[in-house]
């Protein structure tokens, strides 16, 4: 079982930034897969951005060129920058750990989401 914890979620005006975390309870390393997601009032949960542990980097087209995930090891954590932000980034945003087993299977670990509003 991987725990993950978000934080940073808050208020902000269209324009501006935030930066929200998600820690895990081991190393992220071992992990697969660490992405973002996140689910407005009415819509269905997306995926935002992804990373895995070779590094390499996934963007839905809507948050291309403003939003940047990245990975700290040694703090276990994965962050999501995010820039230029829109009224349309107002979403509860979750941590996905996913991992896969050497027989082919996949485990996904959500955390408890954090409220990120974009409003004037």
Same mark, same amino acid.
């Given at each position: 079982?991987?725990?993950?914890?978000?934080?940073?979620?808050?208020?902000?005006?269209?324009?501006?930034?935030?930066?929200?975390?998600?820690?895990?309870?081991? =190393?992220?390393?071992?992990?697969?897969?660490?992405?973002?997601?996140?689910?407005?009032?009415? *819509?269905?949960?997306?995926?935002?951005?992804?990373?895995?542990?070779?590094?390499?980097?996934?963007?839905?087209?809507?948050? *291309?060129?403003?939003?940047?995930?990245?990975?700290?090891?040694?703090?276990?954590?994965?962050?999501?920058?995010?820039?230029?932000? *829109?009224?349309?980034?107002?979403?509860?945003? /979750?941590? =996905?750990?996913? *991992? /896969?087993?050497?027989?082919?299977?996949?485990?996904? /670990?959500?955390?408890?989401?954090?409220?990120?509003?974009?409003?004037?």
């Amino acid at each position: 079982q991987v725990q993950l914890v978000e934080s940073g979620g808050d208020l902000v005006r269209p324009g501006g930034s935030l930066r929200v975390s998600c820690t895990a309870s081991e =190393n992220i390393f071992s992990i697969n897969v660490m992405g973002w997601y996140r689910q407005a009032p009415g *819509k269905e949960r997306e995926l935002v951005a992804d990373i895995t542990n070779g590094g390499s980097r996934m963007y839905a087209d809507s948050v *291309k060129g403003r939003f940047t995930i990245y990975r700290d090891n040694a703090k276990n954590t994965v962050y999501l920058q995010m820039n230029s932000l *829109k009224p349309e980034d107002t979403a509860v945003y /979750y941590c =996905n750990a996913r *991992k /896969y087993t050497e027989y082919g299977e996949q485990y996904d /670990y959500w955390g408890q989401g954090t409220q990120v509003t974009v409003s004037s």
